[in-house]
């Protein structure tokens, strides 16, 4: 890995980011796996609204979601689904 915080991390052979920046991880939407940007830190931004109500945690993720990732707009709910799938999933664990 070359660069620094200044300049931006990039792998030192190829160019591109290196393996520990990524943020991405991968969730299956709609029977394909897909690449979501900063997954984790849009579900930890939710979890700290300590909303109730599925259809409001759904609402804030897709938000989240949208800011770094281009959801299809006829695939909105699929992706819901997904997310609040993830959600619960991550909520179990850190109980």
Same mark, same amino acid.
């Given at each position: 890995m070359a660069g620094d915080e200044k300049d931006g991390y990039y792998c030192s052979i190829c160019g591109g980011i290196p393996p520990d920046k990524i943020k991405t991880?991968?969730?299956?939407?709609?029977? %394909?796996? #897909?690449?979501?940007?900063?997954?984790?830190?849009?579900?930890?931004?939710?979890?700290k609204l300590r909303l109730t109500q599925d259809s409001d945690i759904a609402l804030e993720l897709i938000k989240r979601v949208?800011?770094?990732?281009?959801?299809?707009? %006829?695939? #909105?709910?699929?992706?819901?689904d997904a997310l609040m799938k993830e959600y619960k999933a991550t909520m179990e664990h850190h109980v």
């Open positions: 991880r991968q969730l299956c939407i709609d029977g %394909k796996e #897909t690449g979501i940007d900063h997954l984790d830190s849009i579900i930890a931004e939710v979890k949208n800011v770094f990732n281009y959801v299809p707009s %006829k695939k #909105t709910e699929q992706y819901k």
